[in-house]
């Protein structure tokens, strides 16, 4: 009888490491599963999957797991597991790289509120070079009302909005959120970056 060790061929396993680790710049094959990443990462509990998991995921070749799970999206890049890693294997740099492929390929996320704040987060940075929050709540808001609309219809967008609304009057009562649009010095470098990430 075939066991999940033999699911997946030889070079369906070979492509998707290759592919992850050109990408992340990280060598997986490296990593010989000490756990001392896992030991720090402050999303572990809350997403069920700790980073030496998830590299185990993606050298077994097993694409599916690697890019649906709450670790890729949860992930608030603290560069914990990175430090810590006898390797210097950077877990959050192979987290972005899952995301973009999951984008690339139109992957519904197991959490779309994630992906919206994510992808809110990306696209108000590449304008300003920082987060404007007026900006990036608007780009949020659309984004994850749209999702709302298909699963939950109105009322779930409304709730969704009534939600944001009471959040946003909490954050300007402690002041942290500002109504002006500020951009940093040097956007060209900003834009560099983000088209050469476009490009690669
Ligand atoms: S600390 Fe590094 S080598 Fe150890 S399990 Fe994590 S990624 Fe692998
Ligand atoms: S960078 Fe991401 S995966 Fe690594 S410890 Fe922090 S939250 Fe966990």
Request: glycine share 8%; net charge positive.
């Amino acid at each position: 009888m075939a066991t999940d060790i033999l699911k997946f061929t030889q070079e369906q396993t070979a492509t998707f490491l290759k592919e992850v680790s050109e990408r992340s710049g990280q060598n997986l094959q490296a990593c010989y599963q000490c756990r001392r990443c896992a030991a720090g990462c402050p999303v572990a509990d809350d997403t069920g999957v700790t980073p030496d998991r998830l590299i185990r995921m993606i050298v077994m070749g097993d694409r599916d797991q690697a890019s649906n799970n709450l670790l890729v999206w949860k992930c608030v890049s603290c560069y914990t597991c990175g430090t810590r890693c006898p390797n210097n294997i950077h877990t959050a740099r192979i987290n972005e790289t899952l995301k973009q492929m999951a984008k690339e390929k139109s992957l519904q996320p197991l959490d779309v509120k994630i992906a919206a704040f994510h992808g809110a987060f990306m696209k108000s940075a590449s304008h300003f070079g920082r987060i404007n929050e007026m900006e990036f709540m608007g780009l949020y808001e659309i984004k994850a009302s749209g999702e709302e609309m298909k699963r939950g219809g109105l009322s779930a967008v409304i709730a969704e909005m009534m939600a944001q609304a009471k959040l946003g009057i909490e954050m300007m009562k402690r002041k942290r959120m500002h109504f002006g649009f500020s951009r940093i010095k040097g956007m060209d470098e900003i834009k560099r970056l983000f088209n050469r990430a476009g490009k690669k």
